[in-house]
């Protein structure tokens, strides 16, 4: 079956520090990847996403890009803000059958001023 | 537009007891999903919809049950609350590329 692993957390930066969250997945097929940001109290939202391989998300700043040679999609930042401080999610979908997402553990993000 | 919108936001229930949460979308979507998210595991499928009238079971459906309403409306049951069920439910509905988009979720306490 499908599977995603993320880096434990909590990864705690200065601000303007350089980010890297690792994420690695298993599946079948061609999955869509996707990163998932929550912020206190809310619920998840699409932070970027990338559908097939050698593709680069971004957005705000972050960046992933789809290896599939290393199955891997690594959530990057060049200089991380105090308002990054969240969850993030690494997620796959294969779009076969229900087409849920399937979701890592999560890595809790901690920027200091 | 409101997208997903779940109800209660809080919930407290003695083991034992009756609640259902309730989730509805206004994107017009066939499919829904309800999930869990417990400290370390991510969030897991509990039971999805793809259309009207459909419910199929997820990775963790014991001790629950659905009901799809009619395409805005899909809720989760917990016919007898135990302290396992202790979490935050998010109800969930995929776009065109299969995102999925998210309510703002239910925390529920089971004592």
């Known amino acids: 079956g499908n599977s995603v692993t993320q880096m434990e957390g909590p990864v705690t930066l200065s601000e303007e520090a350089f980010l890297t969250i690792n994420c690695t997945y298993t599946a079948t097929g061609y999955p869509s990847l996707f990163w998932y940001v929550q912020y206190p109290g809310e619920g998840l939202q699409l932070l970027l996403k990338?559908?097939?391989?050698?593709d680069k998300g971004s957005n705000k700043g972050f960046e992933a890009t789809y290896r599939k040679e290393t199955t891997s999609f690594h959530l990057e930042k060049g200089s991380v803000q105090v308002s990054d401080s969240a969850v993030y999610f690494c997620?796959?979908?294969?779009?076969?059958?229900?087409?849920?997402?399937?979701f890592g553990s999560g890595t809790r993000l901690q920027v200091q001023p | 537009n409101a997208g997903v919108t779940q109800t209660p936001k809080f919930q407290v229930l003695k083991t034992g007891q009756s609640m259902t949460l309730q989730c509805a979308q206004d994107m017009n979507h066939n499919s829904m999903y309800w999930y869990r998210q417990d400290p370390g595991m991510g969030l897991r499928l509990i039971y999805y919809?793809?259309?009207?009238?459909?419910?199929d079971k997820g990775e963790v459906p014991n001790g629950y049950n659905v009901s799809r309403l009619n395409k805005r409306e899909f809720s989760l049951r917990l016919e007898s609350a135990a302290p396992s069920q202790t979490s935050v439910y998010f109800c969930a509905t995929p776009g065109q590329n299969t995102e999925a988009f998210f309510g703002q979720g239910t925390r529920l306490t089971v004592v």
């Open positions: 990338a559908t097939k391989a050698d």
């Open positions: 997620a796959l979908s294969d779009y076969t059958g229900r087409r849920a997402l399937t």
């Open positions: 919809s793809a259309s009207e009238g459909t419910t």
